[in-house]
């Protein structure tokens, strides 16, 4: 039954679900299948927008077609009205299908999450004290499912209250880049690796160097700069201070 839910249900390929018996081994199948794992799917899938619309369009089994890959667009800046055509209705049944499916062969680790004490406290930061739209969130978690495996308390809420720091040019005061919650939700929308960053190692040098320069996030510098290797970034900062 377990197998049969992962290949028809999730909508995983034979390839995907081979990708996550080598990484997850027989932990998730073991796993109980209505207490556990369709509990979890059918967290994702209310979270995320990815729910099976009954009368919506047909899905084909067939697997050559599961094994399609549906790229996920970056979602757009301005943010939707609750009045307004929200962009999950059109996803067909397949893309939501499919978008869950490549989700957990890249990361099957998040089914062994718990809901109450990992997955919903996580969603509940992104959406309420990061701001970001279901739209958002289902592309950052559909991008970088891995951040979900990151603490909350001890990773992921110092880097985001790391960004709203005022900024700071005295050496002996640690300051941030003086974002505003709505700018940083923006920003990290569209740049989700930025969160899987060690924030010691890479942001905060990269920030120290933005501030010193007199930079903007948007403005002056890439919104990827923080993810471009030390190479490309040295050679970017010695052309900005020629």
């Given at each position: 039954?377990t197998?049969?839910?992962?290949?028809?249900?999730?909508?995983?390929?034979?390839?995907?679900?081979?990708?996550?018996?080598?990484?997850?081994?027989?932990?998730?199948?073991?796993?109980?299948?209505?207490r556990?794992?369709?509990?979890?799917?059918?967290?994702?899938?209310?979270?995320?927008?990815?729910?099976?619309?009954?009368?919506?369009?047909?899905?084909?089994?067939?697997?050559?077609?599961?094994?399609?890959?549906?790229?996920?667009?970056?979602?757009?800046?301005?943010?939707?009205?609750?009045?307004?055509?929200?962009?999950?209705?059109?996803?067909?049944?397949?893309?939501?299908?499919?978008?869950?499916?490549?989700?957990?062969?890249?990361?099957?680790?998040?089914?062994?999450?718990?809901?109450?004490?990992?997955?919903?406290?996580?969603?509940?930061?992104?959406?309420?004290?990061?701001?970001?739209?279901?739209?958002?969130?289902?592309?950052?978690?559909?991008?970088?499912?891995?951040?979900?495996?990151l603490?909350?308390?001890?990773?992921?809420?110092?880097?985001?209250?790391?960004?709203?720091?005022?900024?700071?040019?005295?050496?002996?005061?640690?300051?941030?880049?003086g974002?505003?919650?709505?700018?940083?939700?923006?920003?990290?929308?569209?740049?989700?690796q930025?969160?899987?960053?060690?924030?010691?190692?890479?942001?905060?040098?990269?920030v120290?160097d933005?501030?010193?320069?007199?930079?903007?996030?948007?403005?002056?510098?890439?919104?990827?700069?923080?993810?471009?290797?030390?190479?490309?970034?040295?050679?970017?900062?010695?052309?900005i201070?020629?």
């Open positions: 039954p197998v049969a839910f992962f290949l028809g249900e999730c909508g995983l390929s034979e390839y995907e679900f081979g990708k996550v018996i080598y990484r997850r081994g027989g932990s998730l199948l073991e796993a109980n299948l209505e556990t794992l369709k509990r979890k799917v059918a967290f994702f899938r209310e979270n995320l927008g990815l729910e099976i619309d009954e009368g919506g369009d047909d899905i084909d089994d067939d697997e050559d077609v599961n094994n399609e890959s549906i790229q996920v667009e970056i979602p757009p800046l301005e943010k939707k009205s609750p009045s307004s055509s929200s962009s999950t209705a059109t996803l067909t049944n397949f893309q939501k299908k499919r978008l869950l499916a490549q989700m957990l062969s890249i990361n099957p680790d998040i089914l062994t999450f718990s809901i109450e004490n990992n997955l919903q406290p996580k969603i509940e930061y992104f959406t309420k004290s990061i701001g970001f739209t279901k739209e958002q969130l289902r592309y950052v978690l559909l991008k970088r499912p891995q951040l979900l495996a603490s909350l308390e001890r990773n992921i809420i110092p880097k985001v209250e790391y960004f709203c720091i005022p900024r700071s040019t005295q050496s002996n005061k640690k300051g941030g880049l974002m505003s919650r709505e700018q940083v939700c923006d920003w990290l929308s569209q740049n989700p930025t969160l899987a960053l060690t924030l010691e190692s890479r942001i905060i040098p990269r120290n933005v501030v010193e320069l007199g930079l903007f996030v948007g403005v002056d510098i890439p919104l990827n700069f923080l993810t471009q290797t030390e190479r490309n970034w040295k050679i970017w900062k010695d052309g201070k020629q």
